[in-house]
């Protein structure tokens, strides 16, 4: 359970977000949509307690990411909108150096690296140094990554972008199985068909503001526009927001 | 559980040792100083060496026209040869065998013109480009010495003093010693052989902060569960272990070569136990922490790695500095040396080379100043990773 109250932050002049609140419930998937430069990226980070907020609350299970940071990231699965891997490192490197920064034992890590690789289909890849990988390949390990050390919150940025048609169904499948574990999973995305068939819940910011909180069928029916797409162009004011 | 840093140390050090191509350029350039060192010094050993333990040879063509200045060579320990005549060419070809100084030819009318008291012609073929101005000096003065001898004489026959040749009379002196030319060699050769801690370093510590920067990594790694110094200690220890190794396999190879080679010939002296060079590498080791620390911290502030490497190749020519300062100012040693550090390294083997027994102070006032500069600059590391403003900008 994510709770973001009245969340602000400004940097010199620029107000990057000038007042967030929703609620982000375990075992739903909340969309959170935005034109780029809403302040998606800076929410996350302030989730996460790498920047810290002028003003208001958030618990995160109850816990504010700012006065114990390392326990909030223990429960949080971040993928940001870079994939970080390293080249020199296999996979299996690369998740053992992360699940053991998550403070996980050895024994459990071999079982749960294949785990989360049997999830996402990339035994094939598990033995191979990241040098040469696909952007697929690159975002299933980034993924394994975010998922390796059981975490109950989920902040995921474009999870599908560069996945062909066959990891996106495996994306989908391992989202739908954290949702029925409980997990609470907020994901940045710019796909709309994503939004309707895999969301229940869609947090539109725009300008660093909340515009509105919801499901798609809600926020069609608050607008009277019966596409998601329109309904989030008139919610965000202009088109403009879009392009920018 | 392992500790965190221990985790990003044991990573970047799997990652480091990977990188096969700067690995070899590391030990190549660690391995090349030593050798090349030896080699020079060895060279000169041999050159100083060389005059005393076999004569000048001399080739004269024509030798049997001129007797006495074959045994005024031959008084000066130069030994004559007579290759038979010879063309341009071939004395060319001869001097370029580098096994004569410098060839005489005398005319065919030699015998002819020194009866007659005409200027009896000798001709004296050189290479200026071969490297034994020494020799061709003795050769100079011995044709000098023959010509006076010869006027002498016949001025002696007319009736006239031979001192009226000679109105003045030049002698040298040369105060140079072996000794001091050396002093100065040393003081050189010490100034780099410390340089391995601040380049064997480099690769890694630019790696793992400004490349992982680049690569857009650095911003998944701060939202683990590690606090900012963790990570910095972790990818400070890996870059300076490797520094630590660089620098203790150049000196103990340094080491090796010095001691085996006979320095006292030129005036050098190298008086270390293998005892003493352990000593030396474990107050230097604090130095290694220091340029690692140094090297993270203004390589994390670079947005590239690039931007990394340019940066601290600058900086790595700063710790010469003092050394070279010194050794230009010819400043005595003195107490304040041993807390600066790199030149505390210089000045603490520099003394020991000389065989003065410098007691404990200067060991650990060398161990100390750099050690507190590193903390000071992982202190540093630390206090910006934590800062907003390097979380915005990776």
């Known amino acids: 359970m994510i709770e973001v109250h009245e969340v602000r932050k400004q940097f010199g002049a620029v107000q990057a977000l000038g007042g967030v ?32 907020r002028d003003h208001g609350t958030i618990a995160i299970d109850g816990v504010d990411p700012e006065q114990d940071p390392l326990a909030v990231r223990r429960n949080i699965g971040f993928l940001t909108d870079q994939f970080g891997l390293y080249e020199r490192l296999s996979t299996r490197e690369f998740l053992t150096y992360f699940g053991e920064l998550n403070g996980m034992a050895a024994p459990d890590l071999r079982r749960r690296i294949d785990e989360v690789s049997a999830l996402l289909g990339m035994d094939d890849i598990l033995e191979r140094r990241a040098k040469g990988f696909s952007q697929g390949q690159r975002i299933k390990v980034a993924l394994a990554r975010t998922l390796l050390h059981r975490p ?63 499901s798609p069928e809600e926020l069609c029916r608050r607008t009277g526009i019966a596409n998601l797409e329109d309904a989030f162009v008139s919610l965000v004011g202009t088109e403009e927001g879009i392009a920018a | 559980m392992k500790p965190k840093f221990l985790v990003v140390y044991l990573k970047e050090l799997r990652e480091t040792l990977r990188d096969k191509r700067t690995l070899a350029l590391l030990s190549l350039f660690t391995l090349m100083y030593p050798a090349m060192l030896g080699y020079m010094l060895n060279h000169q050993i041999k050159r100083a060496t060389k005059p005393e333990r076999d004569g000048v040879e001399i080739a004269v063509i024509g030798a049997g026209q001129a007797p006495t200045l074959v045994s005024q060579f031959k008084q000066r320990s130069i030994t004559v040869k007579d290759p038979g005549a010879l063309d341009e060419a071939g004395i060319t070809a001869l001097l370029q065998a580098h096994t004569y100084p410098a060839v005489l030819r005398l005319s065919d009318k030699f015998g002819e013109n020194y009866a007659a008291m005409r200027p009896a012609r000798i001709e004296l073929w050189y290479d200026s480009a071969d490297d034994n101005s020494k020799q061709r000096r003795d050769i100079d003065d011995v044709l000098d010495a023959y010509g006076s001898n010869v006027a002498s004489a016949r001025l002696l026959a007319h009736g006239v003093s031979p001192a009226t040749l000679a109105p003045i009379q030049v002698q040298r002196f040369d105060t140079g010693t072996n000794a001091s030319r050396s002093a100065v060699l040393i003081g050189g050769i010490l100034g780099v052989l410390f340089l391995p801690a601040f380049i064997c370093c480099m690769p890694t510590a630019v790696d793992s902060t400004a490349g992982e920067r680049e690569r857009r990594s650095m911003e998944v790694l701060m939202a683990q569960p590690i606090r900012p110094w963790e990570l910095v200690i972790g990818k400070w220890l890996t870059a300076a272990s490797l520094a630590i190794a660089g620098v203790t396999l150049e000196l103990a190879l340094a080491h090796a070569i010095l001691s085996w080679l006979p320095l006292e010939e030129i005036g050098m002296s190298w008086s270390l136990g293998w005892a003493d060079l352990a000593l030396v590498c474990l107050v230097t080791i604090p130095l290694c922490l220091f ?103 990776v």
Not at chain 1, 31 to 42: H, M
Not at chain 2, 332 to 339: I, L, N, R, S, V
């Open chain 1, 21 to 52: 609140s929703f609620s982000a419930r375990d075992g739903q998937i909340t969309a959170l949509l935005g034109p780029n430069g809403a302040g998606k990226t800076t929410l996350l980070r302030t989730l996460v307690g790498l920047l810290r």
């Open chain 1, 152 to 214: 109950r919150h989920l902040l995921l940025d474009e999870p599908s972008r560069g996945l062909d048609v066959m990891s996106t169904r495996a994306l989908r499948h391992a989202l739908t199985a954290l949702r029925a574990d409980g997990c609470c999973v907020i994901m940045a995305t710019h796909v709309m068909q994503e939004v309707t068939q895999l969301c229940d819940d869609v947090i539109v910011i725009a300008k660093g503001h909340t515009v509105a909180q919801g």
């Open chain 2, 291 to 393: 340029a690692a620390g140094l090297q993270v911290a203004l390589a994390m502030n670079a947005k590239s790695f690039k931007e990394a490497q340019s940066i601290l190749s600058i900086v790595m020519l700063v710790p010469l500095l003092p050394g070279v300062v010194v050794s230009m100012m010819e400043l005595k040693t003195a107490g304040w040396m041993y807390m600066v550090p790199m030149l505390s390294n210089q000045t603490l083997l520099r003394e020991m080379a000389k065989g003065i027994d410098v007691g404990a102070l200067p060991f650990a006032m060398t161990f100390a100043c750099s050690a507190l500069a590193a903390l000071l600059a992982v202190g540093f590391a630390s206090w910006r990773m934590k800062s907003e403003r390097y979380v915005l900008s």
